[in-house]
Structures are given as C-alpha cells and as structure tokens.
C-alpha cells in the first residue's frame, strides 16, 4: 500500500519556520474515514522517517505527530527523536493517572509535549497535573468561541506553556491571535498576501554572483544564466519587470526566462545585473517560508508538466509555481502585478485564478500542500496521473527545495 506524508507549517510571531505537522495521507483506493488514528500515526511515521527521511521532510525543524491514548500507552513515540518530535496528544485521549505518568516519562527522555484542540475541562482532576509538564498547548479558533478562547487563555496564565493558534485563515484572525498573546500559529492564512510586508521581493547575492561570472565568459552559456535566474523569486520578478519597462518594452508575450534573456540580451542583463548587486550590497535578506513555498510550488509544477509530457513548456509551469505567492511578497493585489509582467496570456490567466493547464497543476501542488485529499485525488484523476506520482513528485521537491536554499 502506498502511503505518503504531508505537513503544514508552524510560524512564530516573525513569521519564521519553528515546526512542521505531519500529517498522514493513504493511496486512492482506501478512504480516509475508515482510517483510525493508530495507523495513520504509524504510517507517518514508518514514511515520514524511514522512507523519506526527517531531514528532507522537515528541513531540520521540530516535526509535530499525533498520538492516540493506544499509542502513548504502548510507546510508540519512543521510536522516534525526542530532539526532533513534539509529541501531539489528541483531543480524544482521556486524560487519567496512567496518561499523566506516561508523558512525564516522556518528558524526562527530553520529549516536548503539546496538547491538541484544547478544551476546557475543570472537572478533570489530572488537567491541572498535566499541565505542569506540557510544552505547547494548541487552540483551534475556528471551532472555538471567542468567549471560549478567552477563557482558555485565562486559564492558562498560571501555567508555563506557550499558545498555538490553529486553522488561523485571516489576517483579522491573525492579528487578534497575536494580541491576544499567542506564541506560534498554523493555518492556510500564512499562504495568503499578508504575512510579508514591503514592496520588494529579496534575492540572494551568490546567485547574482553566479550568473554575472557566467556572463563575463567569451562565450557565456545561455541556458545556465536562465537556469540560474530562473531559480531565484526575485530575479526572475525584476527580469519580467525590467523587459516590460519603458526602455525595453517588448510586444511578445514571455513564457520563460530564457526567451526573456534573449529578447534582451546579455549585455543589458549583466548591466542590469550589476546595477542590483550594488543596490544591494549592504542588505541581508534571510530565506522565508513564503519563498520556499514558492520554490517548492514551482518544481513541483515543473515536474508535473514532464509526466504529463509537456517539456517545451516546464520552463512556463515553472515560472507559474514561482510566482503563485508573489502577492504575499509584494503585499499587493495579483491584479495590479500580472498587469506590469509581460508573461503569455494564459499564464496571466491561470496567476488570477483562470481555470486552464496551468491552473489545474498549480491547484493540485496546492491542494498536496494543504493536504485537501479529496481534491487532490479529484485533479489527479482529471490531470490523468496515479496519487503515488504526484506525492513522489512532492517529495522530490521538498527536496529539491531543501538543497537550492543549502547553496544560497
């Protein structure tokens, strides 16, 4: 049976990585209703550490899994790291005495300890005793009241733990999460346009380094330049925006980086090149999720269009996926940026939202992302490939994703 691991990022309050949840996803063929939480555990883990690898899966991140009161009980998160695993104890485990003696050993391991979807229950006698050993309590705001909420956090000033927001979907929601004190959020909202701020996306100096000693070659290789911009956000960004500029406006509409070079030539992108490295020269830009999101988005694209056969266009699908985030970085609508890039008309399309080819891959890389199953088994089925490929191609990327930002 093939069974695949998905995860969804957890922020601290600058919008950095702290942690990722794992999360369990079965082949087509079973329903993930009939799956109980033993297995899907098991299999997360089993995939999640064994096959894929916890470094490829986490980038060196705190992984948080669920554990139900069977699990705990019998161990099971003994085989995992306690340097690297944040155990996740699930709404449904009632708490008892042996419960409460079985995650203080865990804590003496040097295990962290979250609760899931946490509710108010003062009745409970070993709520309190619980409490003086757990890490991160997790708080769902969509299934929770605000009065809930208030409560909840009310309560949980006496004790040392820090607050997770889940399912936080809007930047009101966002902001009221942070004043209201929590520590570290998960959710969709963190895909949308809000959480970085500024009109500039960062590019990393190596990169322009990279591309301005190819360029200075007798006979420089113009497939390794657009490569090389290519795989950096920003350049890529400013390249399109540059050609559509005044001075080099152009009446072809650009599919690929390649043809945009070209269409330009390479005296005009070293200069343009060596204008930005100066701009830049005393910034440091740290990597964001966001980018690597936008990373992952667009490998994985590319590699969806290679399946499916379309090679001529992987350099299209991939630019689609790099820019799928762009309004997040520019904090500004995807209207108003599509308008100033020069790109192919239906690329502009699919970016607002359009259904066409290369929506459909983009909304199948999103869909895996934010481990909406039923969707993703829907497009796979419309695209025309097997679950099994498109999650090795996920996989793949992660990867892929992981190495790029090792070397800037």
């Given at each position: 049976m093939d069974v695949y691991v998905a995860r969804q990022p957890i922020l601290n309050k600058k919008q950095d990585v702290f942690g990722y949840e794992l999360l369990y996803r079965s082949n087509s063929e079973q329903n993930l209703a009939l799956i109980d939480g033993d297995q899907a555990t098991s299999e997360v883990i089993i995939n999640g550490f064994f096959h894929i690898g916890y470094e490829e899966l986490t980038e060196g991140k705190l992984c948080f899994i669920n554990f139900t009161e069977n699990l705990l009980k019998n161990e099971i998160p003994t085989f995992t790291n306690p340097e690297k695993v944040v155990i996740e104890i699930l709404e449904t485990v009632v708490?008892?005495?042996?419960?409460v003696e079985i995650c203080k050993n865990f804590k003496?391991?040097?295990y962290k300890i979250a609760l899931d979807d946490f509710i108010l229950l003062e009745g409970n006698h070993f709520l309190h005793e619980i409490l003086q050993i757990i890490d991160i309590v997790k708080v769902d705001i969509r299934n929770t009241s605000r009065a809930k909420q208030l409560q909840i956090l009310?309560?949980?000033q006496k004790y040392n733990v820090v607050l997770l927001a889940?399912?936080?979907?809007?930047?009101?929601?966002?902001?009221?999460?942070?004043?209201d004190g929590y520590d570290y959020f998960q959710g969709y909202f963190f895909s949308k346009p809000v959480i970085i701020?500024?009109?500039?996306?960062?590019?990393?100096?190596?990169?322009?380094m990279n591309v301005l000693h190819e360029l200075s070659k007798q006979e420089p290789d113009v497939d390794k330049v657009a490569k090389s911009i290519e795989h950096d956000l920003s350049?890529?960004?400013?390249?399109?925006?540059?050609?559509?500029?005044?001075?080099?406006?152009t009446k072809s509409n650009i599919k690929s980086i390649k043809q945009a070079i070209v269409l330009l030539g390479l005296e005009e992108?070293?200069?343009?090149?060596f204008f930005l490295a100066v701009r830049e020269s005393n910034k440091q830009h740290v990597p964001t999720e966001v980018i690597k999101m936008s990373f992952r988005r667009a490998k994985e694209c590319e590699l969806i269009a290679q399946m499916k056969g379309n090679h001529a266009e992987q350099s299209s699908y991939f630019l689609i996926g790099m820019f799928s985030l762009i309004e997040s970085l520019l904090n500004s609508p995807m209207e108003k940026i599509v308008a100033q890039l020069p790109l192919d008309q239906e690329m502009k399309a699919a970016m607002l939202g359009v259904q066409n080819?290369?929506?459909?891959v983009l909304d199948i890389v999103v869909s895996i992302e934010q481990a909406k199953w039923s969707e993703v088994e829907r497009l796979a089925s419309k695209l025309g490939l097997s679950q099994k490929i498109l999650f090795d191609i996920h996989s793949k990327s992660i990867v892929w994703t992981k190495d790029v930002f090792l070397e800037i």
């Open positions: 708490l008892t005495k042996e419960i003496k391991i040097g009310h309560f949980l889940e399912k936080v979907e809007t930047r009101e929601e966002y902001e009221q999460c942070l004043e701020t500024g009109q500039d996306v960062p590019f990393y100096n190596p990169v322009v350049l890529s960004y400013k390249l399109l925006k540059l050609i559509n500029s005044p001075a080099f406006r992108v070293k200069k343009w090149l080819k290369y929506k459909d």
